[in-house]
């Protein structure tokens, strides 16, 4: 293949139209249950860490369940960590012992998610860690890693060849995108490069060989940002915050997904009590395609292989909202340029039937005054049930001190619909 795999791209089409995914953080980080950083943050040294491996034992893993939770919340597409930081793999991979297939749970977890994702219409995307704590040939970094701050870190790299480790991390690379079928994401995570080179980057992941070999195998993959390369990649990959606007590089629009988590902690966290509320993750949701993006929203599975119940809660509250309000969010975007939102509101706006999508977060008394509107809306209605809002003309007389001419004002209901986030559909002329 000539050097374009530089300039090719993945197939964002349906990404940009979907807007919503499930990411699944799951390895053996779910048995102590508190971060999956839990090795790095205490410093756990491996024959301790064993005994997760020993005990992994998710008998209660049905990914049929995830996969129907995920459908019935509306989202379309999934991204689980096929290898997390630690170094452990889902899959019955053959390029180390270090895997699902050697523990009690003593299968492959992966190919079963795949399959059940795929059947409920979901497309597959992979998280594969670049850094990796229990390769042999891993070089120890000052930076990342439970062993980060040993005092004899150099006695500890004798023998580590960081090429090696490279090697096997393509390889890997490849299994994952030859015995899986089409896959439609492949989100690496992170790259960690230091002015002294004492960090990691393009050249310890050999990531421009990487990306040529993914692009040979598959070529319509969408591709994070993470792989330290000015190049390649797809879609940039904000993470645990909401950006203030759409994504632009050097001015131009980019494609952009939010990774969010329930409660802070991507792998299962037992204690953790930041659990955000139905109501901050619509938001969430909402107000990423209002400024063009995607919400990536992270399940933890406990080690016995559930979803725990505060999950299931919200992603259930998700699809309830999602089951009258999904044409909100699919196929739409940003509102068309000039169009300001009132305030506590955001629009998003489907191009193809031409209808605004207004979300209130605050419900008002009575009016909404839309700035611009005026006389370009053919018809309006509350999504939850189709009951008309109407809109009142300036001449009906609101005794404003000032009337704008270019405003249009709903005329709203005093109480606010029964729904998380009540949506008005603005057929636009
Ligand atoms: C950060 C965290 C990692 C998590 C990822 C998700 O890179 O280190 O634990 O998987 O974010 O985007």
């Not at 293949?1 to 139209?17: E, I």
């Not at 979907?18 to 839990?38: K, M, T, V």
């Not at 989100?187 to 990531?207: N, T, V």
Request: aromatic fraction near 12%; proline fraction near 6%.
């Amino acid at each position: 293949m000539t050097q374009d795999y530089r300039h090719m791209h993945g197939d964002t089409d349906w990404f940009v139209h979907d807007r919503f995914g499930l990411f699944i953080h799951w390895g053996l980080y779910a048995l102590p249950a508190r971060h999956e950083w839990i090795k790095h943050n205490e410093e756990i040294p491996d024959e301790i860490y064993e005994q997760y491996f020993a005990h992994f034992d998710p008998d209660l893993y049905d990914p049929e369940l995830w996969a129907q939770a995920a459908e019935h919340a509306g989202m379309k597409y999934f991204v689980v960590t096929t290898k997390h930081h630690e170094g452990f793999c889902l899959w019955d991979t053959q390029l180390t012992d270090y895997k699902a297939t050697n523990t009690p749970a003593g299968r492959d977890l992966l190919r079963p998610m795949v399959e059940a994702f795929r059947g409920h219409g979901l497309r597959v995307g992979f998280y594969h860690s670049l850094i990796d704590w229990h390769h042999p040939d891993y070089i120890i970094d000052p930076h990342i890693g439970p062993l980060r701050n040993s005092p004899n870190r150099a006695e500890l790299n004798k023998g580590r060849d960081q090429a090696r480790y490279a090697a096997y991390l393509h390889g890997q690379v490849r299994e994952l995108l030859t015995e899986f079928g089409q896959v439609d994401i492949l989100w690496f995570d992170f790259s960690y490069p230091q002015e002294d080179g004492s960090g990691k980057g393009r050249d310890d992941w050999k990531s421009e060989e990487l990306l040529k070999m993914v692009r040979e195998l598959q070529p319509h993959i969408i591709l994070d940002d993470r792989l330290d390369l000015p190049y390649g990649w797809d879609v940039k990959t904000p993470e645990q915050f909401q950006p203030r606007a759409g994504i632009t590089i050097d001015g131009k629009p980019v494609v952009w997904e939010a990774c969010q988590t329930f409660s802070g902690s991507w792998g299962y966290h037992r204690d953790e009590a930041s659990w955000k509320s139905l109501e901050q993750l619509l938001h969430m949701l909402i107000d990423s395609v209002s400024k063009d993006g995607n919400l990536l929203l992270n399940v933890g599975p406990t080690g016995r292989g559930e979803f725990d119940e505060r999950a299931l809660a919200r992603l259930q509250g998700m699809g309830e909202w999602m089951r009258r309000h999904s044409r909100a969010i699919y196929g739409c975007t940003q509102a068309p340029e000039g169009l300001v939102a009132p305030p506590d509101c955001r629009y998003t706006y489907n191009p193809q039937t031409h209808r605004l999508y207004l979300h209130v977060f605050a419900w008002p008394f009575l009016h909404l005054h839309l700035d611009g509107l005026a006389g370009k809306i053919k018809y309006a209605q509350l999504l939850n049930d189709a009951s008309e809002v109407p809109i009142m003309q300036q001449s009906s007389g609101l005794h404003m001190h000032e009337v704008h001419a270019d405003t249009a004002t709903l005329q709203l209901p005093v109480q606010k619909p029964n729904v998380t986030v009540p949506v008005i559909e603005i057929f636009l002329k």
